[in-house]
């Protein structure tokens, strides 16, 4: 196999609900543009990488996001096999990781707690501290269906959520503190560099406001923004993501959500030139770090 071969990795289906084609689309376009820069690039589904005995080419791009093939992806990393993202960053975006972690990183996030799913039913005095309501979201993985992300808006709704997603097999939930304002989705792609106004390198930040909501307006910074975001993608060790922000009536940003290479639907064409640039630049600074060592 040649030195500049790589392996893109679709995500899992169950993991895309409704984002199947976008989540297809941009692993494709990704793949063209690191072509036109001179890899030769063939996707894979994670099943097939499950199955098959091939061994792996020394470049690998990633969406998949189940554990047993992430254990895969580690014990190729651990033989020198060059991934982004890396089996750890994803395994990190998973919500029982990402918590301690964001917390650790100071990373301006809402007000969660991790607890079982399993009875006793959060009481009236659960709701003292967050009387407007709160969130229930499954621990483990981001939403893959309906009842996985739940708004709990009284203690009676908190518990029947508990207990459905319990009887779905899920042990452990998040709550979390509502955050009232501006619900922004941003994209990033490398190290982004919170000065810059539009990134540098390969490296690259965009936000925009979710479009099915009524628009406070509530006034930001931007750079405060793209620190918070590339802060909690620091802290889980993700160089292409994506992810869900509150802009709050005090001017606060608050980060409520990131994930590992979401679709970028909206920006496919520039997300895929800036996720192909910047992975043929770490790509190849790989291969010289190799030959120095
Ligand atoms: N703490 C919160 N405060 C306010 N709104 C929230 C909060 N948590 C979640 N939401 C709302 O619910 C949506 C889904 O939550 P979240 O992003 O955590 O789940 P997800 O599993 O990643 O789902 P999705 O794939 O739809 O983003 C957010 O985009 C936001 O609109
Ligand atoms: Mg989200």
Known sequence: MSALSCWGIY??????????????????????????????????????????????????????????????????????VCQVNSASAIRNTYRDRMLPLFEKNRV???????VPTQLPIPSEAAFRESPTGCWVKRGDVHATQTGDVVFAPEPASLGHTLAAMN?????????????????????????????????NGGDWFQWFYHRDQRLEGHAFSARELAAAASRAAAALGLEVFGGDAIATRE???????????????????????????????????????????
């Open 167 to 199: 009887a779905r097999g899920i042990e452990r939930a998040v709550l979390q503190e509502h955050i009232p304002g501006d619900l922004i989705k941003f994209y990033g792609v490398g190290e982004v560099d919170p000065r810059a106004q539009t990134g």
């Open 108 to 114: 301006p996030f809402p007000a969660s707690v991790l």
């Open 11 to 80: 995500r899992e289906l169950a993991h895309s609900p409704g984002r199947e084609t976008d989540d297809a689309e941009i692993l494709r376009a990704t793949a063209q543009r690191l072509e036109e820069k001179g890899f030769r690039a063939s996707l894979k589904t994670a099943e097939e990488i499950g199955e098959s005995r091939e061994e792996p080419p020394a470049f690998l791009f990633v969406m998949c996001e189940r554990l047993p093939i992430l254990a895969r992806l580690e014990h190729w990393r651990e033989r020198g």
């Open 251 to 293: 001017g606060r940003i608050v980060v409520i959500d990131l994930n590992a290479w979401p679709s970028f639907a909206l920006y496919r064409e520039k997300a895929s030139e800036r996720i192909a640039s910047y992975l043929a630049a770490r790509f190849r600074g790989h291969v010289e770090v190799g030959v120095q060592e």
